[in-house]
Structures are given as C-alpha cells and as structure tokens.
C-alpha cells in the first residue's frame, strides 16, 4: 500500500489563490487479530506492516522475543498472529493500545529494570539525531509522519521507520530490529515526537537503555525512564541536548 497520495488544492498566498498538486500521507485503519482472540485496530501509515505486529506484541507484553512468533499473515488491512505463549490469556487482559495513555502506574509495576552496561559518546547521538532527519522521506514530502531509528552500532545496524502515529513507528523498529534477532541491551531508539509513559514502556519492556528525541519527555515518561532504569534524552536539536534521567551512560559525564 502507498505511503502517499497526491490530491489537488488551493495555495493562497501574497493575496490570491494559485492551485497546486499536493502529496499527503496515506492512512489506513489496520485490524491485528492475535490468536483469534484479541483484536485491536490502530490509524497507522500502511507499510511494514509485520514490523509493526512483532513490536506491537513485544512492546505490549504479548509475547517474549520474536521466537514466540509462529506466523503473520496480511489480508490488505487485516493482519492475523499466531503466537505461542502458555500465559497469552493472562497477559491479554492487561494489555490497552499502541496509542493509548491507560493505566501506565499499573503496568511500569510488572516490569523490570533495564540492566545494561550501554555507553554512547553524545557525538554520536547528535550525528545519528542528524541522520534521521535525512532518512524521514515521507515527512519531507508530507509533513505528516513521525520517524523512529533503532541503532546498534555493534552491529552496523541503523534501522528507520516512519508513521502517522510515534507509538508505531517506535512499534516497527522494534519490531524489524527483532526480526533480525538484534541485541536490544546494546541498541537505542530516537525518535519524534514527545516522550510519554507509554512509550517508556514500550522500551521497557524489552530492555532498550537509552531513547533520545527532538521533542520534550511528559512528567509520566521521565518517571517511567527514571524508575525503569532508562536514560532519557530530549530536545536533541543542533549540537546540544538535555539528559533527563541516568546520565552515566552518556561517556563524558
């Protein structure tokens, strides 16, 4: 499916009207049936579409690594999951949605601090902030995306995903960093877009030390960053940034 569309519009500007072809965003209502038991539907841009499934599922606690993954099939906007996990029934209960605040003071109570020995040189960080902004194709073409990059640098592995909503381009490279069988514990995600509770969660959940973003953390985020072990780094803009929760990861300090 297309990740643009063109459509025709109006420009007013300097006291008239001019038309102009435009290229907006495409989005889709995608449905996720996992195990023919639980269904959840997300407005996402239609691509990489079993990226998104495994980070979903992984970031929500669904399953525990990729090899509990059986099969993904996709349907034009229906995608369906197999997994084999003996407390799925359990686990689905506790679950919300991709783009859904819920109830984060529950869920970060179940979850294990991230226990790392990551490091990252901040002239790194501000390169790879850099590189981003140079993979976000869609954004420059619409102005209507979020874009995530997954890095692990042991493994040369820079992996970008972009969509409508932060949670799931966070969701897809998760999801694609897994399905290469990457190493979360030495790996970092940057992305757009502010950074509440339940995206720290997300990355929480799976043992990611370190997430950075051009845009600011919400009191819920640096909480769940701070009590999860994760480090948090915001306003990621030029040469300059600020470190919000566990700094040592960062080399100089």
């Known amino acids: 499916m297309p990740m643009t569309s063109k459509i025709d519009t109006l420009i007013y500007d300097d006291n008239k009207f001019t038309e102009n072809e435009d290229i907006i965003v495409s989005d889709e209502t995608i449905t996720l049936v996992i195990n023919k038991t639980l269904t959840r539907s997300f407005s996402i841009s239609p691509d990489s579409l079993k990226d998104f499934s495994v980070g979903y599922m992984l970031g929500e606690g669904l399953i525990n690594s990729i090899d509990n993954v059986e099969e993904i099939e996709i349907d ?33 109570d179940f979850i294990d601090k991230v226990e790392s020995n990551f490091i990252i040189d901040p002239k790194d960080l501000l390169e790879n902030a850099e590189k981003i902004r140079e993979k976000a194709v869609i954004w420059k073409k619409t102005g209507g995306t979020h874009i995530a990059s997954f890095i692990n640098k042991q493994e040369n592995e820079f992996i970008s995903r972009e969509d409508i909503s932060r949670h799931v381009a966070v969701d897809k490279v998760i ?10 514990n030495n790996s970092y995600i940057i992305y757009s877009g502010r950074m509440p509770a339940d ?21 819920s985020g640096y909480t769940v960053a701070d009590e999860a072990n994760i480090t948090m780094v915001g306003f990621v803009r030029g040469e300059r940034f600020n470190v919000y929760t566990h700094p040592e990861r960062l080399k100089s300090i």
């Open 199 to 219: 995206v720290l969660i997300k990355i929480a959940r799976i043992g990611i030390p370190l997430i950075a973003s051009n845009a600011a953390p919400t009191l």
């Open 175 to 184: 999801g694609a960093a897994a399905r290469k069988k990457l190493d979360f």
């Open 76 to 108: 034009g906007n229906n995608i369906s999951a197999k997994i084999d996990l003996e407390d799925f029934d359990i686990k689905k209960e506790l679950i919300v949605g991709s783009d859904c605040f819920g109830g984060w003071r529950s869920k970060i």
